[in-house]
């Protein structure tokens, strides 16, 4: 006999998710920003999910249109799934549009003075007197246990044109090519020792410090720790063929020779 099948089944996948860090609400400023971001490019995000940080703000978010700001996100193909740093009293009008709160608020300050005074002033049960124990031969000393290594995802083939690879917590290593289409996460950093095209995300958790490296930087898009770059206009002349380095200075992307100095 057939065995029946589950109406459901629940496994733990891996969602990326872009951040999207809000320094003011105007909705039109933050039109233009997008526009600017994406050069026009229909499909520069693909229908990405993405958690909005207002933790930036001055006004903790305070006179945000919630509903305009997830409209015009999806007009850019950006779909809003949560918001990051938002006080409790936001939570009603964030989860009004089907909004998550992202993370756990801590406990209040005054609720752990509360229960650090109730365990003072509780009354302490009587405890017998115990005899000292006997001296003991001191232990010998263990050397400090050694930290692992980093953790680090390895792809021996092509990635090909629609696939996504993520290394979450580790760096990714690529042995063949990247091929347009394709999307390449991880939160440290990538290395490509082949041809890179497609899209490269590095520090995806936000590692500001890593790095991107390719044998040939042939990429639509290439992004650290939140920072975005793309090449509409074509790739640097001077890099091609090239094995090279991609970094983030400040608030821009740097694509430089692999074995620069700088």
């Known amino acids: 006999m057939q065995k029946a099948r589950k109406p459901i089944d629940i496994k733990i996948s891996t969602v990326v998710a872009i951040?999207?860090?809000?320094?003011?609400?105007?909705?039109?400023?933050?039109?233009?920003?997008?526009?600017?971001?994406?050069?026009?490019?229909?499909?520069?995000?693909?229908?990405?999910?993405?958690?909005?940080?207002?933790?930036?703000?001055?006004?903790a978010g305070a006179?945000?249109?919630?509903?305009?700001?997830?409209?015009?996100?999806?007009?850019?193909?950006?779909?809003?799934?949560a918001?990051?740093?938002?006080?409790?009293?936001?939570h009603a009008d964030i989860a009004a549009q089907g909004l998550s709160i992202d993370g756990g608020a801590p406990r209040p300050p005054q609720q752990e003075a509360a229960?650090?005074?109730?365990?003072?002033?509780?009354?302490?049960p009587a405890v017998a007197p115990v005899p000292a124990p006997a001296p003991v031969a001191a232990a010998p000393v263990q050397a400090a246990p050694v930290?692992?290594?980093?953790?680090?995802?390895?792809?021996?083939?092509?990635?090909?044109?629609?696939?996504?690879?993520?290394?979450?917590?580790?760096?990714?290593?690529?042995?063949a090519a990247v091929n347009n289409?394709?999307?390449?996460?991880?939160?440290?950093?990538?290395?490509?020792?082949?041809?890179?095209?497609?899209?490269?995300?590095?520090?995806?958790?936000g590692n500001t410090g890593a790095r991107i490296f390719a044998a040939s930087l042939e990429a639509e898009l290439v992004s650290i720790a939140g920072v975005y770059r793309t090449f509409e206009n074509g790739h640097p002349p001077e890099l091609a063929q090239k094995q090279v380095q991609v970094r983030l200075t400040g608030d821009r992307i740097d694509v430089l020779p692999i074995n620069t100095s700088k």
Request: charged share 25%; glycine share 8%; proline share 5%.
């Open 83 to 90: 918001v990051r740093n938002a006080p409790e009293e936001l």
């Open 19 to 59: 951040s999207a860090i809000l320094h003011e609400t105007d909705p039109a400023a933050l039109d233009k920003a997008l526009k600017d971001m994406t050069g026009g490019v229909s499909d520069f995000f693909e229908d990405e999910f993405a958690v909005i940080d207002i933790g930036a703000l001055d006004t």
């Open 147 to 175: 930290a692992p290594a980093a953790a680090t995802m390895i792809i021996d083939t092509p990635v090909r044109a629609g696939q996504r690879i993520y290394a979450r917590g580790a760096d990714l290593v690529i042995m």
């Open 181 to 205: 289409g394709a999307e390449i996460i991880a939160d440290g950093s990538i290395h490509v020792y082949a041809p890179l095209r497609g899209r490269a995300l590095a520090g995806a958790s």
């Open 63 to 81: 006179g945000i249109d919630w509903a305009a700001l997830v409209s015009l996100f999806k007009r850019y193909r950006l779909n809003a799934v």
């Open 115 to 124: 229960t650090a005074v109730a365990a003072e002033e509780a009354p302490q």
